[in-house]
């Protein structure tokens, strides 16, 4: 069955490229924009529309999706002389899945209010696994009844998606989950760093620890890859800094210390320095062992 409600998608990267693939394959129509169009070129030969500027993605769309790298991306795709509240019609729903400041999805939604549109903050976790098998943690801050509305299209591709609260909600929650990795990463690559200067056989390490209280989804998903020397990105190691510096900054004005996340990102700096930046965040690993 075809669907009458217009998709527009801004951002086909690792995960928002298997988003667009979701959505297509519910037969939705969808219209896609890149800065690079060949990594949309999968996307156009399964049936989606190109579109040379977020702002002729967005014209006459009933729901437009962004997934790009930083806020200031996402602020010039929102708000740029080319941006999608340029040309997005009344009644539109505009949806940002890029981890974001709290801040800037608050300015968009008032901003989008005064147009008609609706606005909702809806970054995601699950990195490349989660969006290709459609298993996607969502996290929405916004009006309750455009969550409501969207819930079904959000399903398509989502598998834990929970109505947070008002605008900005969605982006605070998700800081919240970017904490718990920026830790725990560290914990993973000093874990499979003592094992094998223990000379254990790795892989029975993790039968052993990946089931119990130690458990997480960086130990049983992202372990393995480390061990292999797969440093491919299901999420890039230098938007991972930039959530981590989100998060401070966030903390900063809510006077909370987080000395946590801080070692984590000073950490991943220095892997940025050396070159990893469009790598996993599973490089982390090359802090310990290179």
Known sequence: MIHTKKIAFIGTG?????????LLNAQYEVTVYSRTKSKAAD?????????????????GKDIIFTMVGFPA????????????????????IVVDMTTSQPTLAKKIFEIAKQ??????????????????????????GGEEATF?????????????IVYQGEAGSGQHTKMCNQLLIATNMIGVCESISYALKAGLDIEKVLQSISTGAAGSWSLSNLGPRMI??????????????????????EAEKMDLDLPGVKLSK?????????????????????????
């Open 14 to 22: 690792v995960m928002g490229a298997s988003i667009v693939k979701h």
């Open 43 to 59: 996307l156009i030969e399964l049936g989606a529309e190109w579109a040379e500027t977020p702002k002729e993605a967005a014209s």
């Open 73 to 92: 991306d996402v602020e010039e795709v929102y708000l740029g002389e080319n941006g999608i509240l340029q040309s997005a019609k009344e009644g539109a």
């Open 115 to 140: 147009k008609g549109i609706s606005s909702i903050d809806a970054p995601v976790s699950g990195g490349d696994i989660g969006a290709q098998n459609g298993t996607l943690s969502i996290m929405v």
């Open 148 to 160: 409501e509305e969207l819930l079904p299209i959000l399903q398509i591709f989502g598998k834990n």
């Open 228 to 249: 292999k020397g797969d440093l491919e990105p299901g999420f890039y190691l230098k938007h991972f800094i930039k959530d981590m510096k989100i998060a401070i900054d």
């Open 266 to 290: 000073e950490i991943y700096n220095t892997l940025l320095e050396k070159g990893y930046g469009d790598k996993g965040t599973q490089s982390l690993i090359k802090y310990y062992i290179d």
